[in-house]
């Protein structure tokens, strides 16, 4: 999954808040993103969902609201968990 460019558009705007994209993107890609806790990142899971925003830096999906997020992704990215390390909280 990762490293291959599915090149899919995706309205954020159709979603209301992370755990609806989050489903739709699991749904999509067939995979599991696991939990997400503030502290930690995502649990429960080979993959992460990380996005990039308009300063084109890299960060874990949810580590802002979610309004931030809508206004400032660019480019999202399922990512191996052992790729993010130093992205967001604790990962």
Known sequence: MDGAPYLRKIDLTVYKKYPELMKSLENMFKF????????????????VPTYEDKDGDWMLIGDVPWEMFVSSCKRLRIMKGSEVKGLGCGV
Do not use: A, L, N, Q
Request: charged content about 40%; aromatic content about 24%.
């Open 32 to 47: 599991s993103v696991g939990e997400y806790f503030e502290r930690e990142g995502y649990k429960g899971s080979d993959f």
